[in-house]
């Protein structure tokens, strides 16, 4: 079953020139797709698109099948769509931290008696337990973003959309998000989209795809979209910088082949280092 | 100006029963003429000494209701708190804030959503008019404006009538920081001026701070996750951690603390993990962790 499809899916905000336009795009029940594209791509409107924030001016979108365009559907839509957005803080309804988690579950339905067991996991899945009392407001850039996540799992959709969600967080922080996430989508078959600039997150992806001006313009394995790369920069997407060192190196006349993987390349280099010694 | 901070603490919500320590005691110099990172975990109190700079936070003796605890007999005195950004000193309560504001320029986390303005030109002379002690002509708006946004990247004539909301994510940032340097002050201080921007985005950025560092305000602070950023681009960084500071070191010596830097959940650069996974396979590369010179001294050892 098709989870999310988009078809032929043109978008303007009516400034004259197309957000999106003629987009083919699915992605299957329990896939996890990572999308990548330069700022102003379309991305974060394709996902406002996918639960009904935005109405397609062309073509179709619909969520298990239904079509987000009749209003009869948009509950069972947000039900099963949940989006974390780029800012947390436009994301914040709540003065209490647990109140503002238990606001989107009570929204779709989730009977009284679950709420409280629904907040714990979502907390403990963000790192956040500790603050479940605290004020939104009062809290650091980066524990805003997990308590916007944490109100999304909270929800427990069918599909979980992250628009750029980890841009604020620290390493640890964004390790741990990507594990729940990861976790989600292989043990309970949560289908995740995960919008992302950061390369690591996308090789976690079952699959990847590359957005340019409003339209796909690449699809793949996000291993080899990132070999792809002197098609990524005609995209404005630079070569992760691991891929720049292997070119120069190579450039340089070491022999090691490309890798996003740094065991990997370290390995080489060592090989033709003990090679030059013998 | 040389920034001082000594014995500086904070504390959020200081008599209610959620007080918050962001900072504990710390001591802290940037140099006139760095281009200085801060790093540590989230809620490590990043923002909050950032916002001491420019005296959006005040210390606590700087307020007019402060009133220092009284000593127990054979209690010492706490150590006096120094807080100095040049000339201004922020713990004295007769200081000038607002001539500090336009000295110490502040780009937030995710400036472009504070643009509101209908146009490029009228959201970049706001912060300018809000600055200047007395008024300013059209003339010397326009010629102060034209120049933010050209030290920036972006055209003046091309932009000044476009509304600030159709404009790309880059660009909307890059006006966000026009906002703040065309009063030209002299430390510019950014909260992850890179963060959600695409890969040529961040280059593009990091690119225009270090033309801004050279040619327009003479000390620049980034807080940063992203350590290759710190590596490439930093004199100095700080490393915060539960509201202290660890390290102040310069990116060639900060980054041989990896393992001390994993265990305080932060990432290192690239270039340090190779160097890391290289050094388990007995191969040393001595570099400063900037990717140029990790390429050059593993080529060298190639030759
Ligand atoms: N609310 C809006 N009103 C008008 N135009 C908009 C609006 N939001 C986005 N746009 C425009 O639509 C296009 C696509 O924007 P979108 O936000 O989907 O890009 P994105 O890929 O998410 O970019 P980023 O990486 O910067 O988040 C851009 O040209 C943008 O300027
Ligand atoms: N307005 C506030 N009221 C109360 N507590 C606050 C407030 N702002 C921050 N804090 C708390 O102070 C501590 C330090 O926060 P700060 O914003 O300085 O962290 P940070 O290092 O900038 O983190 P991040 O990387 O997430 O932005 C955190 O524990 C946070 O919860
Ligand atoms: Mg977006
Ligand atoms: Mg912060």
Known sequence: MKAIEFKNVSFSYGSGTFALKNIDFAVEEGEFVAVLGHNGSGKSTLARLSNGLLEADGGEVCVFGLPVSERKNLFEIRKNVGIVFQNPDNQMVASIVEDDIAFGAENIGVPREEIGERISFALGAVGMEEYRHATPTRLSGGQKQRIAIAGVLAIRPKVMILDESTAMLDPRGRREVMQVVSRLNKEEGMTVVLITHFMEEALMADRAVVMNRGAIVMEGAPAEIFERHEELETYNLALPRIGYICNRLREGGMAVEDTLDVNKLAEEIAQCVSKRNI | ?303
Not at chain 2, 205 to 226: A, F, G, N
Request: hydrophobic share 40%; proline share 5%; glycine share 6%.
């Open chain 2, 1 to 303: 100006m040389r920034i001082k901070a000594e014995h500086l603490s904070y504390v959020y919500n200081a008599s209610s029963p959620f007080a918050t320590h962001a900072l504990n005691d710390i001591s802290l110099t940037i140099e006139e003429g760095e281009f200085f990172g801060i790093l540590g975990h989230t809620g490590s109190g990043k923002s909050t000494f950032v916002q001491h700079l420019n005296g959006l936070l005040r210390v606590p003796s700087s307020l007019k209701k402060y009133k220092p605890k009284k000593l127990k007999k054979g209690e010492t005195p706490p150590p006096p708190t120094v807080l100095q950004v040049g000339a201004f000193d922020l713990t004295d309560k007769k200081t000038d804030f607002r001539e500090l504001r336009s000295r110490v320029g502040m780009v937030f986390q995710y400036p472009e959503y504070q643009l509101f303005a209908e146009t490029v030109a009228q959201d970049v002379a706001f912060g300018l008019k809000n600055f200047s002690k007395e008024k300013l002509t059209d003339e010397a708006v326009e010629k102060a404006v034209r120049a933010a946004l050209e030290v920036v990247g972006l055209s003046y004539d091309e932009l000044k009538d476009t509304s600030p909301f159709d404009l790309s994510g880059g660009q909307k940032r890059r006006v966000a920081i026009a906002g703040v340097i065309v009063t030209r002050p002299d430390v510019l201080v950014l909260d992850e001026p890179a963060a959600g921007l695409d890969p040529l985005g961040k280059r593009e950025i990091m690119q225009l701070l270090h033309r801004l560092h050279e040619e327009w305000c003479k000390t620049v602070v980034i807080v940063s996750h992203d350590m290759d950023e710190i590596a490439e681009n930093c004199t100095r960084a700080a490393v915060f951690s539960e509201g202290t500071v660890k390290f102040v070191l310069p990116p060639s010596e900060l980054f041989r603390h990896s393992e001390e830097l994993i265990a305080l959940g932060l990432d290192i650069p690239l270039t340090a993990k190779l160097c890391l996974a290289l050094e388990k396979r007995g191969v040393t590369v001595d570099c400063d962790f900037t990717t140029e010179d990790f390429i050059r001294r593993t080529l060298a050892l190639n030759a």
